[in-house]
T-cell receptor, first 119, second 111 residues
Framework: KAGVTQTPRYLIKTRGQQVTLSCSPISGHRSVSWYQQTPGQGLQFLFE???????NKGNFPGRFSGRQFSNSRSEMNVSTLELGDSALYLCASSLRPVGQGARMNTEAFFGQGTRLTVV | GQQVMQIPQYQHVQEGEDFTTYCNSS?????IQWYKQRPGGHPVFLIQ?????EVKKQKRLTFQFGEAKKNSSLHITATQTTDVGTYFCAGVVYTGNQFYFGTGTSLTVIP
């Protein structure tokens, strides 16, 4: 079956602009999480959506937002871009929400990521 | 706040040598997962551990979850060049609903 698809793969934006990234999860997966990956900070959790509801949000400013549609596809938006927002943005889908039952498999399948460069 | 640290941050080994990365959490975890990310790639799931003291093996890889469920380790026996990449642990705290990813260990294997 098809994996997690993220579009676009690469983006170059200027400071102050906004950007929307898209993530299509594996068919049947209703949980989508977003992460920011930078060389200095590693993988930082942004938010998780399950059945169109945001379940949890990481420690990021309000400029970072997201949503999930009824088909489980998710988008994240970053407004008023700053140089420090340059990163690889990864989305991951899973069958169940993270933390739902310690013994249940909540394996996350990651997309290839969107490489955002802010200049 | 919750933190998951990994050591070492970098490791260079000769092909054939063993490798171990350690993951330590500031709080008790309900489960822990391990992921591998090849250079230029995305994280790929390796395994999930749930029980206290659990040990699982995948060919040359051995994963362990500590008795207190606050630490974990990944050991690779006789490394190969295909083992190159960054290894991340990701823990979930009890009643929590997010992964806390470790800082990662970057493994370089010298042929």
């Amino acid at each position: 079956k098809a994996g997690v698809t993220q579009t676009p793969r690469y983006l170059i934006k200027t400071r102050g602009q906004q950007v929307t990234l898209s993530c299509s999860p594996i068919s049947g997966h209703r949980s989508v999480s977003w992460y920011q990956q930078t060389p200095g900070q590693g993988l930082q959790f942004l938010f998780e959506y399950f059945s169109e509801t945001q379940r949890n949000k990481g420690n990021f400013p309000g400029r970072f937002s997201g949503r999930q549609f009824s088909n489980s596809r998710s988008e994240m938006n970053v407004s008023t871009l700053e140089l420090g927002d340059s990163a690889l943005y990864l989305c991951a889908s899973s069958l169940r929400p993270v933390g739902q039952g310690a013994r249940m498999n909540t394996e996350a399948f990651f997309g290839q990521g969107t490489r955002l460069t802010v200049v | 706040g919750q933190q998951v640290m990994q050591i070492p941050q970098y490791q260079h080994v000769q092909e054939g040598e063993d490798f171990t990365t350690y993951c330590n959490s500031s709080t008790t975890l309900s489960n822990i997962q391990w992921y591998k990310q090849r250079p230029g790639g995305h994280p790929v799931f390796l395994i999930q551990l749930v029980k206290s003291g659990e040990v699982k093996k995948q060919k040359r890889l051995t994963f362990q979850f500590g008795e207190a469920k606050k630490n974990s380790s990944l050991h690779i026996t006789a490394t190969q060049t295909t083992d190159v990449g960054t290894y991340f642990c990701a823990g979930v705290v009890y009643t929590g609903n997010q992964f806390y990813f470790g800082t990662g260990t970057s493994l370089t294997v010298i042929p």
